[in-house]
């Protein structure tokens, strides 16, 4: 199993009542090697808490969070920061461009912790075959303001991409997209999935790139639930 989720549960406090609000209530999720994921649910389910504390991005009230056969709780921070960087890759609903670089300089961020000139070369290369192999070739040298929101979230990706991650999360990443261009990005996404051999966790409202993933789940009440596909 290449991640796991084991009795999550998490609460947040309420400012004006003063009440601990439960959004995530004994969760269990298991995800297997070359595994897509699907996590559905209304706003303000809790999608993107799942998202991460399965990323390490956040922290449970209790439970265990499992990666590549690790608790995370043993792991030191400069240990958790490795984990991030390399395990896990991830794609949110914005882009996170940073505004100042071109499309290769964002797309690079991973690799600056490398030391090794040889690993930075080879990421490096990576980095280009994912470019052309997502369409972004002829705009490398680009910023962020002169590409489309369309660009802007394939290059996001080819960036969660880079440093071949074993475990892809995707908060929301068609959800600031018109449906020709989400459809795309799902078919992309998928596509990617098969040819990478990594496992991947998309949070979506979206029923199309639902469907595109081997499993869903559904988030509500603090509870989340298989889903059959048709």
């Known amino acids: 199993m290449l991640a796991e989720l084991q009795d999550i549960k998490k609460h947040y406090n309420q400012v004006l009542s003063g009440r601990q609000k439960p959004v995530l209530d004994g969760v269990s999720l298991r995800i297997g090697k070359n595994e897509s994921i699907a996590v559905t649910g209304p706003s303000g389910s809790g999608k993107t808490t799942l998202l991460n504390i399965l990323g390490t991005l956040d922290t449970a009230d209790s439970g265990s969070v499992i990666l590549n056969g690790r608790n995370v709780i043993d792991l030191?921070?400069?240990?958790?920061?490795?984990?991030?960087?390399?395990?896990?890759?991830?794609?949110?609903?914005?882009?996170?461009?940073?505004?100042?670089?071109?499309?290769?300089?964002?797309?690079?961020l991973p690799l600056l912790p490398l030391k090794d000139k040889q690993a930075r070369k080879a990421g490096h290369e990576r980095a280009?075959?994912?470019i052309e192999r997502v369409g972004?070739?002829?705009?490398?040298?680009?910023?962020?303001?002169?590409?489309?929101?369309?660009?802007c979230q394939r290059a996001a990706v080819v960036r969660a991409l880079v440093n071949k991650p074993a475990l892809l999360l995707a908060d929301e990443p068609t959800g600031s997209l018109d449906a020709e261009t989400a459809a795309r990005l799902g078919i992309l996404l998928t596509e990617l999935k098969n040819e990478e051999g990594i496992s991947m966790v998309v949070v979506t409202h979206s029923p199309e790139l639902a469907a595109r993933m081997d499993k869903i789940y559904s988030l509500g009440s603090g509870k989340l639930l298989p889903i059959n596909k048709a």
Do not use: T, W
Request: aromatic fraction near 8%.
């Open 76 to 108: 030191s921070e400069p240990e958790l920061a490795r984990l991030r960087n390399g395990f896990i890759g991830f794609v949110f609903q914005l882009h996170f461009l940073l505004p100042q670089l071109s499309l290769i300089g964002n797309v690079l």
């Open 128 to 130: 280009m075959q994912l």
């Open 136 to 151: 972004l070739k002829d705009l490398v040298n680009q910023k962020p303001s002169g590409l489309s929101v369309g660009e």
